[in-house]
């Protein structure tokens, strides 16, 4: 018999769980604690968070977030990439990524072209006003960044290079490779 855990998700019925509740004590406080100060995906999330809070302010004289620069600096390059493409590079799902080209689309920043041997495939990538504005949001991304380092994110060196092993490792353990 297979649980819901072999799918990767869970039955609960409400009231069985109620009744067990009754029957177990609460999870100690300390459980708590423990999971805050030592889950991966806590901190990361409450970093993730924290980051893009201080980015999107920063941002905001130019009408951007954090999410739409990272998306523009993913099309600053020679070859224009595939949406699919783009949103796997940025660990985003087509949906999402379909609603920040739109936006960033209806500003003139980027352009898209479908590809000349599958039309289905969409190519995205920057236009002038997009360089333009790259070139404008830089020197503020380097400011907060060096503000962000200064406030202790140097004290930890290769803390970027740890993300991205970390965002690799999970993905292989989410896929179960």
Known sequence: MRSGLDRGKVDINIQTMSTRQNLQ??????TTLAVRDGCLCFQ?????RELARTFDR???????SNGQFS???????????????????????????????????ARGLLARRAA????????LA??????ALLHAVLPVWRETLARIHAAGAGAAPGAVEMLG?????????????
Not at 58 to 64: E, G
Not at 126 to 131: A, F, R
């Open 165 to 177: 092993t970390l965002a690799r490792a999970a993905a292989t353990a989410r896929e179960g490779r």
């Open 71 to 105: 998306l523009l600096m993913a099309l600053n390059r020679p070859v224009p990439p595939a949406m699919g493409q783009l949103g796997d590079e940025l660990g985003m799902d087509r949906t999402t990524v379909t609603a920040a080209v739109k936006v960033l689309s």
């Open 58 to 64: 920063a941002f905001q004289p130019f009408n951007l």
């Open 126 to 131: 920057l236009t002038p006003e997009g360089h």
């Open 25 to 30: 004590p609460p999870v100690p406080f300390s």
């Open 116 to 123: 000349p041997d599958d039309r289905r495939i969409q190519h």
């Open 44 to 48: 990361t999330q409450r970093a993730a």
